[in-house]
């Protein structure tokens, strides 16, 4: 945001020269990010009188004009049509030097003597118009200074206001800083105009079908409009402010805009279909040309201003250029209202629009204020375009929003910040931003929270405020210092810690996303359920419209982002909190993501051959076995069964609906579910353009922690041979090996101690649905040498169990 330092003058005295001015609004938190000069030096100009214009002897497109400089009348040939006797203008006498640098002397031209020249605003460096003569107010006396007609340089301060800080998006907000930090009073500007018009209710109507997306509507009619250029000091403000002039009515709109915070849209009303406003949603397959003479699509979800036939602006954003003001205007109605920010957003990003009034509604305007800017801008319509106001204003508002009250401790103040700040400069800190003391006792105080400020919300928020106005670079600095806190635990930071030096050692590159994401992106995967999706309020950008509930779509997305700027494989990792709702409640927990892309796995030799999922999924599961050895954490996969949604309302979410079918597996860990590991869906993967298997894992980091620091306990090296027996066997296709494995377990003895699937084989020799599984068992006693009847006993207890318990066929031989 530009602030032009003389017009915060108009609200504010304020003494400090611009440099310290800066530092003081920096050092609360207003961040000045530079200072520049605006205007040009002027000297030697003055303000000329033109008595007569004359035709040009020797050219047609030449004109002679008598220019009065206050002490003598000169002649000046001129090249521009607008300027007429009575005018006044700027003259640059015989010697004057213009802002580029050009020296005006005596001249003949086509015959003619000149011995001036009338300027236009671009040769002024006061704009880039160069359509005509300057004209300026004809009151000016003849012979002034030009500076002091239409100011010399000046400083323009250019801030950088947060988002939480909407309130000083206007000259009138910064200014209200600006006193609470030099104890002045704030001077706001004059809102009386006279209204001699018919009511207003029998000139217009206004319709809000959306009170949610616009909880206040207020619209003025004006009769008897004058079109025509604005004041110096409305075109050289907006200028300032990197606004271009148009004409007194919009200008005036931009004025108030700038000046309060407020922004503001003339509508010619005799455009308005029926003198109706409707503020309402969008309908399927309806358009609007916008002022910027671009015809643009609307959608339902976006918020429009309408008449009785047809959308006329885009809520918050920008008006249509057939209802908008022109030459023929004569009759305005002025809208002043609020809109919610996220809609706002919603349409400004959907349209690709960036407007001054978007960027103020997307961060939040005081409903309390549309009224009082309206006010405004009617006084100086009525005095600069002499517009005749109807009485009243249309004033829909749905109610005014409750008060607001904070307490503050007093002692809290002075122990968080380290400062020892009296009791009652706590309290004149807070009276000073308009922040209103309601009650106080010798503990604390209450303040009432003002409209305008939608930032502060808490106890912390007024301690900031504190901190702020009395000024950052008060605060002492004190040395850090570390307290031994007794029964402190660090074990799940350093197994955290482990666990990230465990994946480094593995070859994987750690990766660090936002916490918010976009709603879209969820929806990719599965995750816009709104059971499951956790909304911001007030989002930043719709990019970051939502918490995310699973680390997997931003990794997938990092992936995308890779192989786009030409990166054929990747190894990557990321550790971060994901947010879900579980029984309607919110819950958090830690996760650990893991993501393939290219032949990641194979060895640098081997890099140029193809590969299919399958291979993708071993590399995957070799990462996921890794980790599990190096935390010692006994992690099993499970078939590949939703573990997530509805059925399962208490369940951590996993995104399962984003996988290939089939090549989604479920992880646990001791019987509790873990996490997911899979081959990504090519459709999905796709979309970045990606045509190669993607594989991804999503832990819970919790099971990770839990052995990562456990002692192993020691065995003995055995000392007696192992006998080793193979088993074959035929079972159903669906029969898994965990199951296999679980048969085996049940029933085997303490001498069985390794059990390795070896071979799976499927074909039509031994029939369709069936598959034949192979098995290599290790016998050993700690005792003594096992014999061959011992074991063939064991062996075939083990046997008899798989063919009860699997209905499994035993291939003998």
């Not at 007194?248 to 915070?261: A, F, P, Q, R, S």
């Not at 918490?547 to 990557?572: C, D, F, H, I, K």
Request: aromatic residues 6%; charged residues 25%; contains cysteine.
């Amino acid at each position: 945001m530009r602030l032009p330092v003389s017009w915060l003058k108009d609200y504010v005295d304020v003494e400090l020269s611009p440099a310290e001015l800066a530092e003081r609004l920096t050092f609360s938190g207003l961040e000045v990010e530079g200072i520049e000069t605006w205007g040009a030096d002027l000297s030697g100009l003055v303000v000329g009188e033109v008595r007569a214009v004359d035709p040009h002897p020797g050219s047609g497109s030449l004109s002679v004009c008598s220019v009065f400089d206050g002490a003598r009348t000169l002649q000046v040939v001129c090249g521009a049509r607008n300027a007429a006797a009575g005018d006044k203008v700027p003259l640059a006498p015989e010697g004057a030097r213009l802002p580029g640098g050009t020296e005006i002397r005596r001249a003949i031209i086509h015959g003619v003597e000149s011995s001036g020249m009338l300027c236009a605003e671009d040769e002024l460096g006061f704009s880039e118009d160069h359509s005509g003569v300057m004209i300026l107010p004809r009151g000016l006396a003849a012979g002034t200074p030009l500076s002091d007609a239409l100011g010399g340089p000046e400083p323009v301060l250019v801030l950088e206001v947060t988002p939480n800080r909407p309130d000083c998006l206007s000259v009138i907000g910064v200014a209200r800083e600006v006193a609470a930090l030099c104890g002045r009073r704030l001077k706001l500007p004059p809102v009386q105009f006279p209204e001699n018009g018919p009511d207003v209710s029998g000139l217009a109507s206004v319709r809000v079908e959306d009170p949610a997306g616009c909880p206040r509507y207020t619209a003025r009619v004006f009769s008897g409009v004058r079109l025509g250029p604005s004041p110096v000091f409305i075109r050289r403000r907006l200028l300032m402010c990197g606004v271009r002039p148009i004409n007194n009515v919009v200008d005036i709109t931009n004025y108030v805009m700038l000046e309060c915070g407020q922004p503001l849209h003339a509508f010619d009303r005799a455009l308005l279909d029926e003198s109706r406003v409707v503020v309402r949603r969008a309908r399927p397959g309806e358009k609007i040309a916008t002022l910027d003479e671009a015809e643009r699509g609307l959608s339902p979800d976006m918020l429009v201003i309408a008449d009785a036939s047809k959308p006329v602006a885009v809520a918050g954003v920008m008006g249509g250029r057939t209802s908008g003001i022109n030459a023929g205007t004569g009759s305005v109605l002025l809208e002043s209202a609020c809109f919610a920010p996220p809609l706002v957003r919603s349409a400004a990003r959907g349209l690709d629009m960036a407007t001054e009034s978007s960027h103020r509604f997307e961060r939040g305007v005081d409903v309390m204020l549309a009224e009082w800017a309206s006010r405004r801008a009617a006084a100086l319509l009525a005095e600069h375009a002499g517009a005749e106001a109807a009485r009243g204003v249309i004033d829909v508002f749905q109610a005014a929003p409750p008060e607001r009250f904070v307490a503050c401790r007093f002692d809290r103040v002075r122990r968080l910040l380290g400062v020892d700040i009296a009791d009652d400069a706590i309290c004149g800190v807070f009276e000073a931003l308009m922040l209103t003391v309601s009650e106080r006792d010798g503990k604390g105080c209450r303040v009432r929270v003002p409209s305008f400020r939608m930032d502060i919300e808490i106890e912390a928020d007024l301690i900031e405020e504190v901190a702020r106005i009395h000024g950052l670079d008060k605060i002492p600095v004190t040395a850090s210092r570390g307290l031994v806190a007794p029964g402190a635990d660090d074990a799940p930071f350093r197994a955290a810690v482990h666990v990230k030096a465990a994946l480094r050692a593995l070859g994987l590159t750690e990766i660090l996303n936002y916490s918010f994401v976009s709603e879209r992106l969820l929806g990719r995967f599965g995750l816009d359920r709104p059971a499951l999706r956790i909304i911001l309020p007030n989002p930043i950008s719709a990019e970051h419209s939502a918490l995310r509930p699973s680390l997997v779509p931003q990794m997938l997305s990092t992936l995308g982002l890779n192989r786009s700027r030409q990166v054929a494989e990747a190894a990557l990792f990321e550790t971060g909190r994901v947010f879900f709702r579980r029984g309607g409640a919110m819950a958090e927990e830690d996760r650990i993501a893991v993501g393939l892309m290219g032949p990641a796995g194979r060895p640098v030799f081997d890099k140029r051959r193809g590969f299919e999922a399958e291979e993708m999924f071993l590399w995957m599961k070799g990462i996921l076995e890794g980790l599990a050895s190096a935390v010692k954490a006994e992690l099993r996969l499970e078939s590949h069964a939703p573990v997530g949604g509805g059925t399962q309302p208490e369940a951590s979410w996993f995104p399962v609906d984003c996988f290939e079918p089939g090549r989604c597996v479920r992880v646990t860990a001791e019987g509790r579910e873990a996490g997911v590991i899979g081959i990504v869906s090519g459709e999905i993967a796709r979309e970045w353009r990606i045509l190669d298997p993607v594989g991804v894992l999503e832990l819970r980091l919790a099971p990770l922690l839990e052995k990562v620091f456990s002692v192993v306990s020691m065995k003995p090296l055995p000392a007696y041979p192992a006998v080793i027996r193979d088993v074959a066997m035929i079972v159903d296709s669906s029969v898994r090996n965990e199951s296999v494995l679980e048969e085996i377990r049940k029933n085997s003895p303490k001498e069985l101690t390794q059990v390795r699937l070896f071979d799976i084989y499927t074909g039509k020799e031994i029939g369709k649905g069936r598959k034949s599984l192979a098995y290599s068992m290790t016998y050993r006693s700690l005792e003594r040498t096992l014999t061959d009847e011992e074991v063939n006993a064991m062996h075939e207890s083990i046997k008899e169990s798989l063919k009860n318990g699997l209905k499994a066929e035993i291939r003998e031989g």
